[in-house]
């Protein structure tokens, strides 16, 4: 195992935690905010580790990407939806 493997592994399993942490908190308060940010984190996590495990080239990587710019977007359209509210 190397190093960057390690560090990938840690990082997914960071951004399930955090996804983990606002699910608890969409479930206390019924926010929508939090469910948005669970799912983001969630999505994070799962492009995290296809980058970790998949072994893709780095040429074929890209579509990768794009499932951390809708975890952005989500991040993005949810508090645009909070603040107008």
Not at 12 to 32: P, Q, V
Not at 47 to 74: H, K, M, N
């Amino acid at each position: 195992m190397t190093l960057l493997a390690f560090l990938s592994g840690a990082v997914t399993l960071g951004f399930a935690t955090a996804a983990l942490f606002f699910l608890r908190f969409w479930r206390d308060t019924r926010d929508e905010l939090f469910l948005a940010f669970a799912a983001a984190f969630f999505l994070l996590g799962i492009a995290q580790a296809i980058l970790a495990l998949g072994g893709i080239p780095d040429e074929q990587r890209s579509w990768v990407y794009l499932v951390r710019l809708v975890a952005f977007l989500t991040i993005l359209f949810a508090i645009l939806r909070k603040n107008r509210a």
